[in-house]
């Protein structure tokens, strides 16, 4: 009935917001390095408060791209705008990764210690100058949609940025918990992460390219 309907409606929009938190935040980026150095610097109390600091700026990232993505969904007309505006930006991206970017370095030198208000107001610092999540969910809630497993409704949408926050916190937790292990690992990362961002880009560039030549072509 309308009640197991409503019911599975929730469990969905707080598994995939839990998942595509996961899968955005998980590669080693800005945010989750230093949190981790935060961490092997200053203890986990300091870390915990970047994360918090961060994850507040995510709150909102995350609703408005929701807020964004309805109102796209909405003018189909808008859609083949942001496309060609998208496949420039991923264009510009691929060719800024690829060919100009130096590799990331690591992150050398002493965190001086600071009070634990500090980190809370760096992590929030950190997150607003970090504009990938908009773009990122404001296509994955658009394309959950167009799957019908998530609907533009004020309680899915209260759901799903509850799953992006615990996905989030999942991610900050592991990278304080564990990095002191994977630092090494993230060695790789590192090295190749313009490639890897470069061609990631890239593809959805083409991705996207296509789609609006099918558009016009239809």
């Known amino acids: 009935g309308t009640e197991t309907k409503h019911y599975m409606t929730t469990i969905s929009a707080l598994f995939f917001g839990f998942i595509s938190a996961v899968v955005g935040i998980f590669p080693p980026g800005l945010i989750n390095m230093t949190a981790a150095k935060v961490n092997s ?38 859609v083949v705008l942001l496309r060609e ?60 949609a167009s799957y019908g497993v998530f609907a533009f409704e004020s309680f899915s ?14 991610v900050f937790y592991t990278y304080i918990s564990f990095f002191s292990k994977i630092e090494n690992k993230t060695d790789f990362f590192m090295k190749n992460m313009n490639k890897i961002i470069g061609s990631i880009t890239g593809l959805v560039a083409l991705l996207t390219l296509f789609n609006i030549i099918n558009y016009y072509w239809n």
Do not use: D, H
Not at 118 to 125: A, D, Q, S, Y
């Open 41 to 78: 610097k200053e203890g986990k109390l300091a870390a915990i408060w970047f994360v918090i600091g961060a994850i507040l700026v995510i709150i909102l990232q995350v609703y408005l791209a929701i807020l964004f993505a309805q109102f796209i969904g909405e003018r189909p007309q808008v």
């Open 85 to 144: 505006i998208g496949c420039g930006i991923f264009t510009l991206l691929t060719v800024y990764f690829l060919a100009i970017a130096k590799a990331p370095q690591k992150i050398k030198g002493k965190i001086k210690k600071q009070r634990t208000s500090t980190r809370f107001f760096l992590g929030m610092l950190l997150s607003a100058l970090n504009f990938f999540p908009i773009p990122y969910y404001v296509v994955v809630s658009l394309s959950l």
């Open 157 to 170: 949408i209260l759901i799903f940025v509850l799953g992006a926050v615990l996905g989030s916190f999942l």
